[in-house]
DNA sequence: TTTTGAGTTGTTCGA
DNA sequence: GTCGAACAACTCAAA
Protein backbone atom coordinates (compact mmCIF):
# COMPACT_ATOMS: atom_id res chain seq x y z
CA UNK A 1 0.00 0.00 0.00
CA UNK A 2 1.48 3.16 -0.78
CA UNK A 3 1.77 6.23 1.68
CA UNK A 4 -0.74 9.11 1.28
CA UNK A 5 0.64 12.38 0.54
CA UNK A 6 1.56 15.01 3.39
CA UNK A 7 1.11 18.89 2.77
CA UNK A 8 3.76 21.34 3.89
CA UNK A 9 2.59 24.24 4.67
CA UNK A 10 4.91 26.75 4.47
CA UNK A 11 4.67 30.67 6.12
CA UNK A 12 7.32 32.01 7.11
CA UNK A 13 9.80 29.89 6.70
CA UNK A 14 9.96 30.40 2.71
CA UNK A 15 13.18 28.05 3.09
CA UNK A 16 14.25 24.47 2.04
CA UNK A 17 17.14 24.07 4.25
CA UNK A 18 16.54 23.59 8.08
CA UNK A 19 12.84 23.69 7.13
CA UNK A 20 11.52 20.63 9.52
CA UNK A 21 8.42 20.64 8.57
CA UNK A 22 9.36 20.05 5.12
CA UNK A 23 12.35 17.90 6.02
CA UNK A 24 9.75 15.61 8.58
CA UNK A 25 7.12 15.42 5.58
CA UNK A 26 10.24 14.03 3.23
CA UNK A 27 11.47 11.37 5.66
CA UNK A 28 7.55 10.43 5.98
CA UNK A 29 8.42 8.85 2.56
CA UNK A 30 4.75 9.66 0.81
CA UNK A 31 4.25 12.27 -2.15
CA UNK A 32 5.14 15.92 -0.74
CA UNK A 33 2.53 18.92 -1.28
CA UNK A 34 4.19 22.55 -0.94
CA UNK A 35 1.52 24.84 -0.42
CA UNK A 36 1.30 28.31 0.24
CA UNK A 37 -1.62 30.06 1.28
CA UNK A 38 -1.58 33.78 1.10
CA UNK A 39 -3.77 35.10 4.16
CA UNK A 40 -7.27 36.66 4.31
CA UNK A 41 -7.67 37.94 7.46
CA UNK A 42 -10.82 40.11 7.90
CA UNK A 43 -10.02 41.60 11.41
CA UNK A 44 -6.13 41.10 11.38
CA UNK A 45 -5.16 44.94 12.79
CA UNK A 46 -1.90 44.08 11.69
CA UNK A 47 -2.28 43.20 7.92
CA UNK A 48 1.22 43.63 6.42
CA UNK A 49 2.77 46.57 4.88
CA UNK A 50 3.34 47.38 1.26
CA UNK A 51 7.69 46.52 1.83
CA UNK A 52 6.66 43.27 3.18
CA UNK A 53 4.94 42.54 0.48
CA UNK A 54 6.96 43.08 -2.02
CA UNK A 55 9.75 41.02 -0.12
CA UNK A 56 7.56 38.54 0.17
CA UNK A 57 6.61 38.04 -3.41
CA UNK A 58 10.50 37.96 -4.51
CA UNK A 59 11.23 35.43 -1.82
CA UNK A 60 7.86 33.44 -2.94
CA UNK A 61 8.78 33.30 -6.81
CA UNK A 62 12.90 32.44 -5.06
CA UNK A 63 11.14 29.17 -3.29
CA UNK A 64 8.81 28.37 -6.52
CA UNK A 65 12.25 27.68 -8.62
CA UNK A 66 13.81 26.17 -5.84
CA UNK A 67 10.99 23.51 -5.57
CA UNK A 68 11.10 23.19 -9.19
CA UNK A 69 14.20 22.47 -9.46
CA UNK A 70 13.36 19.60 -7.11
CA UNK A 71 10.78 18.69 -9.64
CA UNK A 72 8.28 19.74 -7.32
CA UNK A 73 6.19 22.62 -7.57
CA UNK A 74 4.85 25.51 -4.70
CA UNK A 75 0.82 25.39 -4.62
CA UNK A 76 -0.15 28.81 -4.12
CA UNK A 77 -3.78 29.57 -2.79
CA UNK A 78 -5.44 32.45 -1.41
CA UNK A 79 -7.81 32.95 1.27
CA UNK A 80 -8.69 31.06 4.67
CA UNK A 81 -6.16 28.85 5.75
CA UNK A 82 -7.92 26.52 7.63
CA UNK A 83 -10.45 25.93 4.48
CA UNK A 84 -7.65 25.93 1.85
CA UNK A 85 -6.22 23.52 3.65
CA UNK A 86 -9.28 21.02 4.02
CA UNK A 87 -9.91 21.95 0.17
CA UNK A 88 -6.56 20.77 -0.35
CA UNK A 89 -6.89 17.30 1.58
CA UNK A 90 -9.98 16.46 -0.19
CA UNK A 91 -8.15 16.97 -3.64
CA UNK A 92 -4.96 15.11 -2.96
CA UNK A 93 -6.15 12.50 -0.20
CA UNK A 94 -3.24 13.31 1.57
CA UNK A 95 -3.64 12.21 5.56
CA UNK A 96 -0.98 14.65 6.98
CA UNK A 97 -0.58 18.43 7.62
CA UNK A 98 2.55 19.90 8.62
CA UNK A 99 3.98 23.47 9.60
CA UNK A 100 6.66 25.51 11.17
CA UNK A 101 4.75 27.40 13.93
CA UNK A 102 4.50 31.31 14.30
CA UNK A 103 4.42 33.33 17.26
CA UNK A 104 2.13 36.03 17.02
CA UNK A 105 -0.77 36.20 19.53
CA UNK A 106 -3.29 36.08 16.46
CA UNK A 107 -1.79 32.89 14.43
CA UNK A 108 -1.24 30.68 17.20
CA UNK A 109 -5.39 31.04 18.05
CA UNK A 110 -5.42 30.44 14.43
CA UNK A 111 -3.38 27.28 13.91
CA UNK A 112 -4.42 26.15 17.81
CA UNK A 113 -8.43 25.78 16.00
CA UNK A 114 -6.94 24.55 12.70
CA UNK A 115 -4.67 21.71 14.53
CA UNK A 116 -7.86 20.87 16.45
CA UNK A 117 -10.46 20.49 13.45
CA UNK A 118 -8.25 18.74 11.52
CA UNK A 119 -7.09 16.42 14.12
CA UNK A 120 -10.68 15.60 14.84
CA UNK A 121 -11.17 14.67 11.21
CA UNK A 122 -8.72 12.08 11.61
CA UNK A 123 -5.64 13.92 9.49
CA UNK A 124 -2.16 13.88 11.20
CA UNK A 125 -1.30 17.04 12.35
CA UNK A 126 2.09 18.02 13.56
CA UNK A 127 4.16 21.29 13.82
CA UNK A 128 8.02 22.21 14.59
CA UNK A 129 9.88 24.79 15.62
CA UNK A 130 12.36 26.53 12.63
CA UNK A 131 12.24 30.15 13.72
CA UNK A 132 13.59 29.93 17.11
CA UNK A 133 16.99 28.78 19.04
CA UNK A 134 14.14 28.57 22.08
CA UNK A 135 10.98 28.75 21.85
CA UNK A 136 9.30 30.90 24.60
CA UNK A 137 7.12 28.08 26.13
CA UNK A 138 11.16 26.49 26.92
CA UNK A 139 12.40 29.85 28.79
CA UNK A 140 11.81 30.48 32.34
CA UNK A 141 13.28 32.06 35.32
CA UNK A 142 13.81 29.91 38.32
CA UNK A 143 10.16 31.53 39.54
CA UNK A 144 8.47 29.74 36.99
CA UNK A 145 7.49 32.84 35.32
CA UNK A 146 9.17 34.28 32.28
CA UNK A 147 11.93 36.87 31.90
CA UNK A 148 11.46 40.63 31.51
CA UNK A 149 15.09 41.60 31.46
CA UNK A 150 17.23 40.88 28.65
CA UNK A 151 20.78 40.73 30.21
CA UNK A 152 19.69 37.36 32.50
CA UNK A 153 17.05 36.01 29.57
CA UNK A 154 19.88 35.83 27.43
CA UNK A 155 22.36 34.44 29.97
CA UNK A 156 20.31 31.69 30.86
CA UNK A 157 19.69 31.03 27.26
CA UNK A 158 23.46 30.66 26.61
CA UNK A 159 23.29 27.73 29.50
CA UNK A 160 21.28 25.99 26.85
CA UNK A 161 21.94 23.92 23.87
CA UNK A 162 20.79 25.08 20.47
CA UNK A 163 20.30 22.58 17.99
CA UNK A 164 21.66 22.19 14.82
CA UNK A 165 19.84 23.30 11.49
CA UNK A 166 17.92 20.01 10.18
CA UNK A 167 19.50 19.26 6.92
CA UNK A 168 17.60 18.22 3.74
CA UNK A 169 18.40 15.09 1.90
CA UNK A 170 19.72 15.23 -1.99
CA UNK A 171 17.90 14.83 -4.76
CA UNK A 172 13.73 15.22 -5.96
CA UNK A 173 10.90 15.09 -3.90
CA UNK A 174 7.90 12.54 -4.56
CA UNK A 175 4.97 14.17 -6.66
CA UNK A 176 1.92 13.67 -5.98
CA UNK A 177 -0.47 11.34 -8.58
CA UNK A 178 -2.37 14.83 -9.58
CA UNK A 179 -1.57 18.22 -8.31
CA UNK A 180 -4.47 20.66 -6.84
CA UNK A 181 -5.26 24.11 -8.35
CA UNK A 182 -2.77 26.77 -8.01
CA UNK A 183 -2.73 30.32 -8.82
CA UNK A 184 0.48 31.86 -10.00
CA UNK A 185 2.80 33.88 -7.23
CA UNK A 186 1.94 37.35 -9.45
CA UNK A 187 -1.90 36.78 -9.53
CA UNK A 188 -1.64 37.77 -5.55
CA UNK A 189 -0.96 40.86 -6.44
CA UNK A 190 1.70 41.64 -3.49
CA UNK A 191 3.56 43.99 -5.66
CA UNK A 192 2.98 47.69 -5.61
CA UNK A 193 0.65 49.10 -8.78
CA UNK A 194 2.37 51.95 -8.66
CA UNK A 195 6.36 51.75 -9.24
CA UNK A 196 7.85 52.72 -5.97
CA UNK A 197 10.34 49.63 -5.65
CA UNK A 198 13.08 50.49 -7.31
CA UNK A 199 14.94 51.50 -4.64
CA UNK A 200 14.44 48.23 -3.07
CA UNK A 201 15.18 46.62 -6.17
CA UNK A 202 18.70 47.96 -6.10
CA UNK A 203 19.05 47.65 -2.48
CA UNK A 204 17.98 43.92 -2.01
CA UNK A 205 18.02 40.28 -3.34
CA UNK A 206 15.20 37.86 -1.54
CA UNK A 207 15.40 34.75 -1.73
CA UNK A 208 16.97 31.43 0.34
CA UNK A 209 20.23 31.50 -2.09
CA UNK A 210 21.13 35.18 -1.56
CA UNK A 211 20.84 35.19 2.14
CA UNK A 212 22.93 32.62 2.76
CA UNK A 213 25.04 34.72 0.76
CA UNK A 214 24.72 37.54 3.06
CA UNK A 215 25.85 35.79 5.87
CA UNK A 216 28.54 33.96 4.75
CA UNK A 217 29.62 36.54 3.51
CA UNK A 218 28.96 38.61 6.96
CA UNK A 219 30.37 36.02 9.07
CA UNK A 220 34.02 35.87 7.09
CA UNK A 221 34.37 39.64 6.70
CA UNK A 222 32.25 41.65 8.84
CA UNK A 223 31.66 40.01 12.06
CA UNK A 224 34.52 40.10 13.88
CA UNK A 225 34.57 44.01 13.33
CA UNK A 226 31.00 44.38 14.29
CA UNK A 227 31.48 45.69 17.38
CA UNK A 228 33.24 48.64 16.02
CA UNK A 229 31.66 49.43 13.15
CA UNK A 230 27.94 48.40 13.30
CA UNK A 231 27.17 52.25 15.19
CA UNK A 232 28.04 54.32 11.65
CA UNK A 233 25.13 54.06 9.29
CA UNK A 234 27.54 55.19 6.26
CA UNK A 235 29.22 51.60 6.41
CA UNK A 236 28.06 48.41 5.70
CA UNK A 237 29.31 47.50 9.19
CA UNK A 238 25.84 45.78 10.18
CA UNK A 239 24.77 42.19 9.15
CA UNK A 240 21.60 43.22 7.05
CA UNK A 241 20.19 39.41 7.34
CA UNK A 242 16.75 40.69 9.47
CA UNK A 243 14.47 41.52 5.96
CA UNK A 244 15.43 37.40 5.27
CA UNK A 245 15.11 36.35 9.07
CA UNK A 246 11.87 38.04 8.77
CA UNK A 247 10.27 36.00 5.79
CA UNK A 248 12.24 32.79 7.23
CA UNK A 249 14.89 32.34 4.18
CA UNK A 250 17.31 32.05 6.93
CA UNK A 251 17.12 30.89 10.48
CA UNK A 252 18.46 31.48 13.82
CA UNK A 253 19.87 27.68 13.63
CA UNK A 254 21.82 28.34 10.72
CA UNK A 255 23.70 31.45 12.25
CA UNK A 256 24.35 29.79 14.85
CA UNK A 257 25.68 27.24 13.29
CA UNK A 258 28.21 29.61 10.75
CA UNK A 259 29.22 31.58 13.75
CA UNK A 260 30.06 28.50 15.68
CA UNK A 261 32.11 27.36 12.24
CA UNK A 262 33.75 30.11 12.11
CA UNK A 263 34.74 30.02 15.59
CA UNK A 264 36.41 26.30 14.97
CA UNK A 265 39.62 28.56 14.03
CA UNK A 266 39.81 30.50 16.82
CA UNK A 267 39.02 28.18 19.20
CA UNK A 268 36.44 29.84 21.44
CA UNK A 269 32.91 30.77 21.04
CA UNK A 270 32.23 33.13 20.14
CA UNK A 271 35.00 33.70 18.31
CA UNK A 272 35.48 37.35 18.91
CA UNK A 273 33.79 40.54 20.54
CA UNK A 274 32.11 41.07 17.00
CA UNK A 275 30.86 37.26 17.14
CA UNK A 276 29.52 37.88 20.29
CA UNK A 277 27.67 40.78 19.96
CA UNK A 278 26.15 40.33 16.87
CA UNK A 279 25.01 36.73 18.68
CA UNK A 280 23.27 39.15 21.25
CA UNK A 281 21.40 40.93 18.54
CA UNK A 282 19.94 37.15 17.48
CA UNK A 283 19.60 37.28 21.76
CA UNK A 284 17.37 40.49 21.28
CA UNK A 285 15.07 38.52 18.45
CA UNK A 286 14.98 35.82 20.76
CA UNK A 287 13.50 37.64 23.51
CA UNK A 288 11.50 39.65 21.49
CA UNK A 289 9.73 36.40 20.58
CA UNK A 290 9.54 35.37 24.69
CA UNK A 291 7.87 39.14 25.22
CA UNK A 292 5.27 38.73 22.39
CA UNK A 293 3.72 35.34 23.35
CA UNK A 294 4.22 36.05 26.98
CA UNK A 295 2.52 39.89 26.53
CA UNK A 296 0.65 39.59 23.67
CA UNK A 297 -1.29 42.61 24.51
CA UNK A 298 1.97 44.55 24.25
CA UNK A 299 1.38 45.53 20.55
CA UNK A 300 -0.46 47.88 21.07
CA UNK A 301 -0.36 48.62 24.79
CA UNK A 302 2.32 49.56 26.93
CA UNK A 303 3.65 46.39 29.01
CA UNK A 304 3.84 49.63 32.21
CA UNK A 305 0.24 50.45 33.00
CA UNK A 306 1.46 53.61 34.42
CA UNK A 307 2.04 55.07 30.33
CA UNK A 308 -1.51 54.51 29.39
CA UNK A 309 -1.32 58.48 30.89
CA UNK A 310 1.43 59.29 29.39
CA UNK A 311 0.74 63.01 28.23
CA UNK A 312 1.44 62.87 24.51
CA UNK A 313 1.92 65.95 22.33
CA UNK A 314 -1.52 67.48 20.45
CA UNK A 315 -0.45 66.96 16.61
CA UNK A 316 -3.60 68.96 15.40
CA UNK A 317 -3.76 67.98 11.43
CA UNK A 318 -1.02 65.04 12.28
CA UNK A 319 1.60 67.86 10.89
CA UNK A 320 4.58 66.53 12.91
CA UNK A 321 3.85 63.09 12.18
CA UNK A 322 3.99 63.78 8.40
CA UNK A 323 6.92 66.11 8.80
CA UNK A 324 8.38 63.17 10.86
CA UNK A 325 7.29 60.12 8.50
CA UNK A 326 8.42 62.14 5.42
CA UNK A 327 11.93 62.70 6.83
CA UNK A 328 11.07 66.52 6.93
CA UNK A 329 12.03 67.32 10.58
CA UNK A 330 15.15 69.75 9.77
CA UNK A 331 17.59 67.55 12.02
CA UNK A 332 19.71 65.81 9.62
CA UNK A 333 20.15 62.53 10.77
CA UNK A 334 16.35 61.94 11.73
CA UNK A 335 15.70 62.62 8.00
CA UNK A 336 18.28 60.97 6.18
CA UNK A 337 16.92 57.46 8.58
CA UNK A 338 13.29 58.33 7.80
CA UNK A 339 14.19 58.79 3.46
CA UNK A 340 16.52 56.15 3.61
CA UNK A 341 13.47 53.65 5.07
CA UNK A 342 11.03 55.17 2.64
CA UNK A 343 13.76 54.46 -0.66
CA UNK A 344 14.76 51.18 0.84
CA UNK A 345 12.24 49.52 3.46
CA UNK A 346 15.57 49.67 6.09
CA UNK A 347 16.72 51.75 7.93
CA UNK A 348 20.33 51.19 10.09
CA UNK A 349 19.84 50.15 13.30
CA UNK A 350 21.61 53.25 15.34
CA UNK A 351 19.40 55.41 12.95
CA UNK A 352 16.34 53.84 14.02
CA UNK A 353 16.93 54.40 17.73
CA UNK A 354 17.83 58.06 16.91
CA UNK A 355 14.82 58.76 14.42
CA UNK A 356 12.37 56.44 17.37
CA UNK A 357 13.38 58.55 20.48
CA UNK A 358 12.82 61.99 18.38
CA UNK A 359 9.01 60.70 17.54
CA UNK A 360 8.78 59.49 21.10
CA UNK A 361 10.78 62.25 23.46
CA UNK A 362 10.91 65.51 20.96
CA UNK A 363 7.55 65.60 19.64
CA UNK A 364 6.12 63.59 21.65
CA UNK A 365 3.83 61.16 20.08
CA UNK A 366 2.43 57.73 20.75
CA UNK A 367 5.23 55.46 19.80
CA UNK A 368 1.98 53.39 18.50
CA UNK A 369 2.43 55.99 15.59
CA UNK A 370 5.54 54.80 15.06
CA UNK A 371 5.29 51.83 15.07
CA UNK A 372 2.66 51.41 12.67
CA UNK A 373 4.90 53.23 10.56
CA UNK A 374 7.69 51.24 10.57
CA UNK A 375 5.12 48.03 9.88
CA UNK A 376 4.29 49.61 6.59
CA UNK A 377 7.32 50.32 5.58
CA UNK A 378 10.34 48.06 6.64
CA UNK A 379 10.67 44.90 4.36
CA UNK A 380 12.03 43.08 7.85
CA UNK A 381 8.79 44.09 9.60
CA UNK A 382 8.52 41.79 11.93
CA UNK A 383 5.63 41.89 15.18
CA UNK A 384 8.01 40.68 17.94
CA UNK A 385 11.28 43.19 17.19
CA UNK A 386 8.89 45.69 16.43
CA UNK A 387 7.14 46.15 19.53
CA UNK A 388 10.27 45.51 21.70
CA UNK A 389 11.91 48.32 19.80
CA UNK A 390 9.24 50.72 20.29
CA UNK A 391 8.08 50.05 23.99
CA UNK A 392 12.05 50.00 24.95
CA UNK A 393 12.63 53.51 22.83
CA UNK A 394 9.15 55.15 24.73
CA UNK A 395 10.81 52.94 28.03
CA UNK A 396 6.70 51.29 28.65
CA UNK A 397 8.56 48.13 28.26
CA UNK A 398 10.16 45.55 29.99
CA UNK A 399 13.79 46.37 30.07
CA UNK A 400 13.41 49.89 31.40
CA UNK A 401 15.68 52.39 30.47
CA UNK A 402 16.45 55.67 32.29
CA UNK A 403 13.49 58.10 31.37
CA UNK A 404 16.50 60.45 31.28
CA UNK A 405 17.73 58.74 28.04
CA UNK A 406 16.86 61.79 25.10
CA UNK A 407 18.83 60.90 22.44
CA UNK A 408 20.29 64.55 21.24
CA UNK A 409 20.23 64.26 17.33
CA UNK A 410 22.89 66.66 16.51
CA UNK A 411 25.15 64.51 18.77
CA UNK A 412 24.48 61.48 17.65
CA UNK A 413 24.91 62.72 14.20
CA UNK A 414 28.40 63.90 14.66
CA UNK A 415 29.06 60.74 16.74
CA UNK A 416 28.07 58.14 14.36
CA UNK A 417 28.35 59.77 11.08
CA UNK A 418 31.41 62.24 11.66
CA UNK A 419 32.11 63.06 8.16
CA UNK A 420 28.56 63.48 7.25
CA UNK A 421 28.45 60.84 4.56
CA UNK A 422 25.07 59.04 5.56
CA UNK A 423 23.17 62.63 5.77
CA UNK A 424 24.95 63.37 2.15
CA UNK A 425 23.46 60.22 0.76
CA UNK A 426 19.48 60.94 1.83
CA UNK A 427 19.39 64.39 1.75
CA UNK A 428 21.17 65.74 -1.39
CA UNK A 429 19.77 68.97 -0.86
CA UNK A 430 22.23 69.18 2.11
CA UNK A 431 25.30 67.49 -0.04
CA UNK A 432 27.32 70.56 -0.12
CA UNK A 433 27.33 71.60 3.25
CA UNK A 434 30.83 70.94 4.63
CA UNK A 435 30.83 68.16 7.77
CA UNK A 436 30.63 70.58 10.68
CA UNK A 437 27.96 72.11 10.11
CA UNK A 438 25.82 69.20 8.16
CA UNK A 439 24.54 68.03 11.30
CA UNK A 440 23.11 71.56 12.41
CA UNK A 441 22.43 73.66 9.33
CA UNK A 442 20.63 76.22 11.14
CA UNK A 443 24.06 77.03 12.73
CA UNK A 444 25.77 77.67 9.77
CA UNK A 445 27.13 80.77 8.97
CA UNK A 446 24.82 82.74 6.21
CA UNK A 447 27.61 82.93 3.32
CA UNK A 448 28.46 78.54 4.18
CA UNK A 449 24.25 78.23 3.48
CA UNK A 450 24.43 80.38 -0.14
CA UNK A 451 27.80 78.56 -0.74
CA UNK A 452 26.26 74.87 -0.36
CA UNK A 453 22.88 76.17 -1.95
CA UNK A 454 20.74 76.03 1.22
CA UNK A 455 17.77 77.81 2.24
CA UNK A 456 16.69 77.00 5.57
CA UNK A 457 12.93 76.81 5.27
CA UNK A 458 12.82 76.05 1.77
CA UNK A 459 15.15 74.08 0.25
CA UNK A 460 15.51 72.11 3.55
CA UNK A 461 13.07 72.73 7.08
CA UNK A 462 14.11 74.29 9.57
CA UNK A 463 13.91 72.87 12.82
CA UNK A 464 10.50 71.56 13.86
CA UNK A 465 11.05 71.58 17.83
CA UNK A 466 13.79 72.91 19.26
CA UNK A 467 16.58 70.22 21.32
CA UNK A 468 16.34 71.77 24.86
CA UNK A 469 12.92 72.76 25.06
CA UNK A 470 11.81 69.39 23.92
CA UNK A 471 14.06 67.98 26.18
CA UNK A 472 12.59 69.65 29.16
CA UNK A 473 9.08 69.03 28.51
CA UNK A 474 9.97 64.87 27.82
CA UNK A 475 11.65 64.80 30.89
CA UNK A 476 8.56 66.79 32.73
CA UNK A 477 6.44 64.63 30.82
CA UNK A 478 8.20 61.52 32.30
CA UNK A 479 8.49 62.65 36.00
CA UNK A 480 4.72 63.11 35.37
CA UNK A 481 4.31 59.34 35.67
CA UNK A 482 5.93 58.92 39.43
CA UNK A 483 3.63 57.16 41.35
CA UNK A 484 2.35 59.44 44.62
C1' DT B 1 12.17 35.59 52.92
C1' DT B 2 14.93 39.33 52.47
C1' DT B 3 18.40 41.74 50.38
C1' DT B 4 21.25 43.30 46.87
C1' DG B 5 22.76 44.68 42.51
C1' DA B 6 21.75 45.50 37.98
C1' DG B 7 19.28 47.28 34.18
C1' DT B 8 21.78 47.65 25.23
C1' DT B 9 22.85 51.48 22.67
C1' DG B 10 22.84 58.83 26.64
C1' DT B 11 23.30 63.79 27.79
C1' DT B 12 24.42 67.57 30.48
C1' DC B 13 26.75 70.08 33.80
C1' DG B 14 30.36 71.52 36.46
C1' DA B 15 35.05 70.94 37.77
C1' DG C 1 38.88 70.36 25.84
C1' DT C 2 38.21 66.37 28.86
C1' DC C 3 36.30 63.84 32.58
C1' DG C 4 33.25 62.02 35.99
C1' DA C 5 29.12 62.40 38.34
C1' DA C 6 24.34 63.03 38.35
C1' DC C 7 20.17 62.09 36.45
C1' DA C 8 13.80 58.53 39.49
C1' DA C 9 12.09 55.20 40.95
C1' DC C 10 11.22 50.66 40.19
C1' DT C 11 11.30 45.91 38.93
C1' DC C 12 13.52 41.83 38.30
C1' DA C 13 16.86 38.03 39.05
C1' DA C 14 19.56 35.77 41.96
C1' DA C 15 22.00 35.01 46.16
Same mark, same amino acid.
Given at each position: ?????????????????????????????????????????????????????????????????????????????? =??? =??????????????????????????????????????????????????????????????? =????????????????????????????????????????????????????????????????????????????????? @??????????????????????????????????????????????????????????????????? @????????????????????????????????????? =???????????????????????????????????????????????????????????????????????????????????????????????????????????????????????????????????????????????????? @???????
Amino acid at each position: MSISPALVWFRSDLRLQDNPALTHALERGGPVLPVYIDEEDEDDQWREGAASRWWRHHALVALERALQERGSRLIVAR =GVP =GEILKQCLRDTQAGAVYWNRRYEPQAIARDTAIKKTLTESGVEVASFNAALLHEPHEIRNKQG =GPFQVFSPYWRHCLTRPVAPPVKLRAGEFLAPANWPRSLRVEELELLPRIRWDKGLETTWTPGEEAGQRRLREFVKRGMDT @YDEQRNFPAHDGTSRLSPWLRHGELSPRQIWAAVKNASRGAGVFPPSRGASLFLNEIGWREFAYHLL @YHFPHTTTQPLRTEFARFPWRDDPGGRLLQAWRRGLT =GYPIVDAGLRQLWETGWMHNRVRMVAASFLVKHLRLPWQDGARWFWDTLVDADLASNTLGWQWTAGSGADAAPYFRVFAPVLQGRKFDPDGEYVRRWIPELGRLPAKFIHAPWEAPQEELKRASVTLGETYPLPIVGHAEAREEALAA @YQSLKKG
